[in-house]
């Protein structure tokens, strides 16, 4: 999470009189990407050659574009997708506040992900992303917190989802969506997070939900980047236009990218830090000024495709 882009925009008429205002993150809380803007491969989930094709797994495609200042150490965000059981996916986003003590941002939330990747065949965790959550934390020793949302599809195409903070997914089918996680916070750009201090979240406060899939639907998974500067709705649109899922992925990044620059547009941030009492002073309010802008932060998209399987795969990926 990264210092947002909010100004107050200018009716006609009052162009050049843009008032320009950061809203600073409070503790802990400011966070960028994790690595270089890459395009991954498609991963397909594991397949049985005993189970039956009927069974259901998720294809995945990513794409992660980091903060313009934080390409060159590559970004605090980090994702794994694997094919074990019907298919796994992941994103954490690293608290970037931490870097004001000179502690790595980017080192919590890539460990947690390589730990959760490591847990995954445990028999403890038993493919609960609540568990998965439990034992990654606990084995993860960097310094730093991170927000983090799990979800693992079982055959029979029920998909568990584990979420701590504002990392978000949403399941769509039909050009509609038809579930949607919410984020957890403290208070406005204070969100829950996993954090090496005894004073943050743990696994139990998770907000655990449990969505039935069927073949086709689509799971698209990011980091706030993502839903802070993208409309539901343009979610949608944007996976009718992109069928392919890396085409899909690649097209949510880089929107939400192109939304996180633009000083007029009116983010689904800056309509929340409305709502929460952030805006421009009264007397602007009477000119017709009103807080806009995109907000400039790390984008992962992961985009998931339900899917029948026909070839055996067991492809892992944690980055």
């Not at 999470?1 to 200018?10: D, G, Q």
């Not at 493919?127 to 606990?138: G, Q, S, V």
Request: glycine share 8%.
């Amino acid at each position: 999470m990264a210092v947002p882009m909010l100004r107050a925009s200018a009716p006609p008429g009052h162009l050049g009189a843009l008032f320009h205002s950061n809203v600073k993150k409070p503790f802990h809380v400011q966070r960028l990407p994790c690595s270089p803007t890459e395009l991954n491969p498609v991963l397909q989930a594991q397949t049985d050659e005993t189970r039956s094709e009927s069974r259901l797994s998720l294809s995945a495609g990513t794409h992660l574009i980091p903060h313009p200042n934080k390409v060159d150490k590559g970004g605090e965000d980090a994702f794994l997708v694997s094919g074990f059981n019907g298919g796994v996916i992941a994103v954490a986003d690293g608290v970037s506040g931490w870097a004001e003590q000179n502690v790595d941002p980017s080192l919590f939330s890539k460990e947690l992900m390589a730990h959760a990747l490591s847990f995954l065949e445990d028999e403890e965790v038993n493919y609960n992303p609540r568990i998965l959550l439990k034992e990654a934390h606990a084995a993860t020793s960097s310094v730093g917190s991170a927000t983090v949302v799990v979800a693992m599809l079982e055959r029979d195409g029920i998909l568990r989802i584990a979420n701590v903070g504002d990392c978000g997914l949403r399941v769509v089918r039909g050009g509609q969506i038809i579930f949607s996680t919410s984020p957890q916070e403290h208070y406005f750009d204070c969100p829950y997070q996993l954090s090496s201090e005894p004073v943050g979240q743990t696994y139990q406060d998770a907000v655990v939900s449990t969505v039935e899939v069927i073949e086709k639907d689509t799971v698209v998974m990011g980091s706030d980047g993502l839903f802070d500067n993208v409309f539901d709705h343009e979610i949608v649109s944007t996976l009718a236009e992109h069928g392919d899922i890396l085409e899909a992925a690649k097209a949510l990044a880089d929107l939400a990218r192109e939304h996180s620059m633009d000083p007029s547009y009116d983010s689904p941030y800056s309509i929340e830090a409305r709502t929460r009492g952030l805006d421009v002073p009264a007397w602007k309010k009477a000119l017709g000024f009103k807080l806009t802008g995109g907000k400039l932060d790390d984008i992962t998209v992961i985009v998931g495709r339900v899917v029948r399987p026909h070839e055996s795969s067991d492809t892992r990926q944690c980055y």
